[in-house]
Nanobody, 124 residues
Framework: QAQLVESGGGLVQAGGSLRLSCTPSKGRISTYTMGWFRQAPGKEREFVATMTRTGSSTDYADSVKGRFTISRDNAKNTVTLQMNSLRPEDTAVYYC?????????????????WGQGTQVTVSS
């Protein structure tokens, strides 16, 4: 089973960039559809981006399209989220997740394995 560890969060000014990484403490990501979610204070966890096992298909939340890019390197056992043109409303705890679904899935209910999250704070 994949147990996931995120890194790369931090504090950045609006308009800046951050790159989040996720790697499992055990297991391989190559057998999973991988996703990123985020949760702001007082709000529900929401979908950000997902990529299928081979990287053949991706999906993004409308709020991040054109600014965020999900990628994966199965050989290095890592999935990343490149976040550009950050806005204060992107402030949240970001979670990496793994799903056994074959396609792109955007609902939290499809993801069985989660990381502990990494804080991203965007100042105005």
């Amino acid at each position: 089973q994949a147990q996931l560890v995120e890194s790369g969060g931090g504090l950045v000014q609006a308009g800046g960039s951050l790159r989040l990484s996720c790697t499992p403490s055990k297991g391989r990501i190559s057998t999973y559809t991988m996703g990123w979610f985020r949760q702001a204070p007082g709000k529900e966890r929401e979908f950000v981006a997902t990529m299928t096992r081979t990287g053949s298909s991706t999906d993004y939340a409308d709020s991040v399209k054109g600014r965020f890019t999900i990628s994966r390197d199965n050989a290095k056992n890592t999935v990343t989220l490149q976040m550009n043109s950050l806005r204060p409303e992107d402030t949240a705890v970001y979670y990496c997740a793994a799903s056994t679904a074959l396609g792109s899935v955007t609902s939290t209910s499809w993801y069985a394995f989660w990381g502990q999250g990494t804080q991203v704070t965007v100042s105005s």
